[in-house]
C-alpha cells in the first residue's frame, strides 16, 4: 500500500479546524431529539423511590404490605431484593468505585447514610398511586448522631459511618475503624530543603462547599425486563456500556442479555457516569413484568445524586526574592459523601502540576460523611487543590512586587517538567497561555477605580480508554459513523470532522450515530475530556481501515497490485507506473461496484487510546464589588487554553465559556446548605444559585494550539481544564479589589460584608 494511502494526516487541514452546523442541532431546536424521559412503551408503569429523611440511621424494619395491598401498585423493592457484594473497585470515568458501596448506595442496606438514601421503590399504573404507596410503607429508624464537616469526620470521636472501613494506604494498617477510607501521597525531591532554599514560605487554608453540576435535565430512565431473562434501558447517560455493566453486576444478569441505549443528555458535566434509578427500576420491571418508567425530582437530584465534593486543603509554597518557586505542599482532606472513593487522587496529582518543581509533597485524604456519594464534575478534584495553590501563587508575587503573570511564567511546567504524580511532560501549551495573557488586551487594559483583575493557571491530565467505531459505507458513497460515547459537548461534529479528514469527503456526508451496547464493542465513557481524542482515535483507525478495502477492491478492479494504489482526496488513484491508467474511483463509484467487487465496505476499530495530552489553561478576570451589598460582579472574563488542535473551534469556544461560567458559580454563590439535622435546605435551582444570563458578561476565549504528539491531527481533550482557573482567579480579583484574600467559598455577598465588616473596611461614599 502507498505510503500516504491512510489519508491525510499532517500539514494542513481541511476539515479539522473548521466550524460546519452541529449534527443534532436540528433535533435539538425542534424538539425531536429523544430525553431520558422522553420514550414510552405499551403497559409502562411509574416508579418511584422511598428516601430516608434522616441524615444517619439504623433501619430495623421496612414494612412494605400496606404498599402492596394498594390497588393499582404491582410491585415494591427493598434491600432485600439486591443481593450484597463483595468490595470490588472499578473504574468509574477519572475515579474508582466499589460494587458493595454501589449496591448500598442503590439502596441502603444496614443504615441510611444521608437524607435522600434510597429504602424502598414501587412501581405503579400511576404517579399519584405510586406516591400514596410511598406514604404507607412503614420504616423502623434509630436516627444516630451524623457529621457532615469533613474535619470533624476525622476525629477520633466523630460518628462512624462504617464499622467495617479500615482505612487504605497508611503502614502499618489501622486495627480500628475510622471515617479517613484512604490516604495517598505524591512526592518529588526534599520538600525540607526546598523550603530551606526560599526566602519567602506563605502557607495557609482553604476551604470549598459541594456543588451541583448544575445539568437541566434529571435522572431519568426506562427499564424493560421480559419473561426470557433479556433487559432493555434507555437512561440519559454518559456512559451506557458503564451502566451495563454496574446493572449487570447489581442484578447477577450476564452482560449480553442487558441492552442499554443512552438517550440525548440534558448534560451531565461527570454527573452522569455512576447509576441511582438504573437497578431499580429493572428490578421493579423484573418483579412486575412490565416496563417501568423512573424519573428524578429536582429535590432528588440535589439530595440522593452526587455533588462535587467539599474540601478542607492546607497548602504552602516557598519562593526565592527572585522568583523561583522552590517547594510546594499540600493536604488535601476531600469529601467522600457516604461511601469511600473522593477524586483526592487528581486533586493531589492536579494541585502544583502547573509549575515546574523540584520539591513537592501532596498528602490527600479520603473521608466518608453523611452527604450523597460524591460524583465527578469537570477535573473532579482539581478545582479545590489548585484554588489552594494558585491563590498562594498570587499572594507571593504581591510579596515581591512582580507581575503575577511574570511569576508564573518564570516557573510554568513546559515539556520536560517532571510532574509529581509521575510523568514527564511532553509538548505542553502553559508557556503558550501565559504568553496570549501577558500580550491580551484584556490583561493591558487599565482597571477602573475600585475593580480588582486576577489571573490563575488550571491544568488536568486528560484519559484515554478502550473505544470501538465502526463506518458503515452506504450505496451511494455516504457514510454511517457509529460511535460508542453520547455526545454531551459536541462529540457528534467533532468525529465526523475527524473520520471526514482521514477520509478526504465532504462532512455532509457522513452521518453520526450513537450506537447502542448491542452494535459495538465495549466503549468507556464520554469524561475526562477523553471523548475527541480516544473516540477521534478509533473514529481515524476505523476510516484507515475503510481506505484499506476501498484500495485492495480499487487493485482489484483495474487488476493491479494493492501497493499500486494511494488514496487521495476521497478517491483510490492508480500510482507508481500505473499513474494516469485509470480514472480515479470515488467513494461514491466503489460504493456503487461494492457488489461486484466482493461486498460491503465496514470500517472498524477498537483500541485502548494512550497518549491523551495534559491540558493547560489561564484565565483573566476583572471584579467589581458592591461594599453595600457585598455582591461581587464579573466585569470582563478571558479563557486562553491550549487545545492541541480545535477540531470544531466553535465547540472548543463553548467549552471554554461553559467551564468558566461554572467555575464562577463555584466561587461566587453555590452551595449545599444543611441544617443542624443533616438535611438539605436548597434542594433546587431557585434556593441553590446557579449563574444566570445577567450574572456574566460575554466571555472571550483564546484557542492556543501546541499539537498533542500522539493523536493524528493533534488533538487534546478540552472540556475539563476550564473549571479550573475561575475560583482562584475570581479570589485573587476580589484581593485586588478590597484588599481582603478570601480562603473559603463562596465568596457570597453575605459573606463578603462579613469580611468587609471584621476588616472595616470603609463603604463606599
Known amino acids: ?91 468509574a470515568g477519572e475515579m474508582l468505585i466499589n460494587y458493595r458501596d454501589v449496591v448500598r448506595n442503590v439502596m441502603a442496606r444496614e443504615k441510611a447514610l444521608f437524607e435522600g438514601h434510597p429504602v424502598a421503590a414501587v412501581a405503579a399504573v400511576s404517579e399519584k398511586v405510586a406516591r400514596e404507596a410511598l406514604a404507607r410503607i412503614k420504616v423502623d429508624y434509630e436516627v444516630l448522631p451524623h457529621v457532615l464537616d469533613v474535619v470533624e ?67 431519568a430512565c426506562i427499564a424493560n425486563y421480559s419473561e426470557d431473562g433479556q433487559a432493555e434501558l434507555w437512561c440519559t447517560t454518559q456512559g451506557h456500556f458503564v451502566v451495563r455493566g454496574h446493572c449487570a453486576k447489581l442484578l447477577g444478569m450476564d452482560v449480553s442479555k442487558l441492552r442499554v441505549t443512552a438517550s440525548e443528555i440534558g448534560g451531565g458535566f461527570g454527573g452522569k457516569t455512576v447509576v441511582y434509578l438504573e437497578p431499580v427500576a429493572l428490578m421493579l420491571s423484573r418483579k412486575s413484568g412490565q416496563p417501568v418508567k423512573m424519573t428524578m425530582s429536582r429535590e432528588e437530584v440535589f439530595q440522593a445524586s452526587g455533588p462535587a465534593a467539599g474540601t478542607r486543603v492546607w497548602a504552602k509554597v516557598g519562593m526565592t526574592n527572585a522568583g523561583r518557586i522552590t517547594a510546594g505542599e499540600a493536604v488535601l482532606k476531600y469529601q467522600a459523601g457516604a461511601f469511600q472513593g473522593s477524586p483526592v487522587q ?157 477520509l478526504g469527503v465532504d462532512v455532509e456526508r457522513i452521518r453520526p450515530l450513537i450506537g447502542d451496547t448491542s452494535t459495538l464493542g465495549y466503549t468507556f465513557l464520554t469524561g475526562g475530556s477523553r471523548t475527541a481524542f480516544a473516540s477521534g482515535m478509533a473514529v481515524i483507525e476505523a476510516a484507515r481501515d475503510m481506505i484499506r478495502q476501498l484500495c485492495e477492491r480499487a487493485a482489484k478492479i483495474w487488476d493491479i497490485p494493492v501497493d499500486a494504489v494511494e488514496w487521495i482526496d476521497g478517491e483510490a488513484r492508480p500510482a507508481g507506473s500505473n499513474a494516469g491508467e485509470f480514472e480515479p474511483l470515488s467513494l461514491a463509484d466503489l460504493a456503487r461496484l461494492a457488489g461486484k467487487s466482493g461486498g460491503p465496505f465496514v470500517g472498524r476499530a477498537q483500541i485502548n487510546a494512550q497518549g491523551a495530552g495534559p491540558s493547560f489553561g489561564t484565565h483573566i478576570v476583572d471584579v467589581d464589588v458592591d461594599r453595600e451589598t457585598g455582591r461581587v460582579t464579573i466585569e470582563r472574563y478571558t479563557v486562553i487554553q491550549d487545545a492541541g488542535k480545535a477540531v470544531h473551534p466553535s465547540y472548543v469556544e463553548g467549552q471554554l465559556q461553559g467551564g468558566a461560567v461554572q467555575g464562577i458559580g463555584w466561587a461566587l454563590n453555590e452551595e449545599y446548605i444543611y441544617d443542624d439535622k443533616g438535611r438539605l435546605q436548597n434542594p433546587g435551582f431557585l434556593d441553590y444559585r446557579i449563574p444566570v444570563c445577567s450574572d456574566v458578561p460575554m466571555i472571550d476565549t483564546v484557542i492556543v494550539e501546541v499539537p498533542n504528539p500522539t493523536h493524528p491531527y493533534g488533538v487534546r481533550g478540552v472540556g475539563e481544564t476550564p473549571i479550573v482557573p475561575p475560583m482562584a482567579a475570581i479570589a485573587n480579583a476580589v484581593e485586588g479589589a478590597l484588599g481582603l484574600r478570601f480562603t473559603d467559598l463562596p465568596m457570597s455577598p453575605p459573606r463578603v460584608l462579613k469580611a468587609l465588616g471584621d476588616a472595616r473596611v470603609p463603604k463606599a461614599a
Request: with cysteine; charged share 20%; proline share 8%.
Open 153 to 219: 469526620a476525622m476525629a477520633p470521636e466523630a460518628p462512624l459511618l462504617h464499622e467495617d472501613l479500615i482505612t487504605a494506604g497508611v503502614e502499618p494498617a489501622p486495627t480500628t475503624p475510622s471515617n479517613v477510607a484512604k490516604v495517598v501521597e505524591f512526592k518529588l525531591g526534599d520538600v525540607e530543603a526546598g523550603f530551606a532554599e526560599a526566602d519567602i514560605v506563605i502557607e495557609r487554608e482553604f476551604s470549598t462547599q459541594p456543588v451541583h453540576q448544575g445539568y437541566i435535565e434529571p435522572h
Open 346 to 502: 487528581p486533586g493531589c496529582m492536579c494541585a502544583f502540576a502547573p509549575y515546574d518543581l523540584a520539591h513537592v509533597k501532596v498528602v490527600g485524604y479520603d473521608v466518608v460523611v453523611n452527604r450523597p456519594k460524591v460524583a465527578a464534575y469537570r477535573a473532579p478534584g482539581a478545582p479545590q487543590s489548585e484554588f489552594a495553590v494558585e491563590s498562594i501563587i498570587d499572594e507571593l508575587a504581591k510579596r515581591i512586587g512582580m507581575d503575577p503573570v511574570e511569576l508564573r511564567l518564570k516557573n510554568a511546567a513546559k515539556e520536560g517538567t517532571k510532574a509529581a504524580y509521575g510523568p514527564t511532560f511532553g509538548p505542553v501549551g502553559l508557556v503558550e497561555t501565559l504568553e496570549e495573557a501577558k500580550a491580551h488586551d484584556h490583561y493591558r487594559t487599565p482597571l477602573k477605580p475600585g475593580q480588582g483583575r486576577g489571573v490563575a493557571s488550571g491544568f488536568w491530565f486528560n484519559i484515554g480508554g478502550e473505544t470501538c467505531a465502526t463506518l458503515n459505507l452506504g450505496e451511494d458513497g455516504t457514510i454511517a459513523l457509529v460511535a460508542g460515547t453520547p455526545d454531551i459537548g459536541g462529540s457528534r461534529a467533532s468525529l465526523c470532522l475527524q473520520a471526514a479528514e482521514t
Open 1 to 91: 500500500m502507498a505510503a500516504n494511502s491512510h489519508g491525510k494526516t499532517n500539514g494542513s487541514t481541511r476539515w479539522v479546524g473548521t466550524r460546519p452546523v452541529r449534527p443534532d442541532g436540528v433535533d435539538k431546536v425542534t424538539g425531536r431529539a429523544r430525553f431520558g424521559a422522553d420514550v414510552h412503551l405499551p403497559n409502562m408503569l411509574v416508579g418511584k423511590v422511598l428516601r430516608s429523611p434522616h441524615a444517619h440511621a439504623r433501619i430495623h424494619s421496612i414494612d412494605t404490605s400496606a404498599a402492596l395491598a394498594l390497588p393499582g401498585v404491582k410491585t415494591v423493592v427493598t434491600r432485600d431484593d439486591f443481593n450484597d457484594l463483595p468490595s470490588e473497585f472499578v473504574p
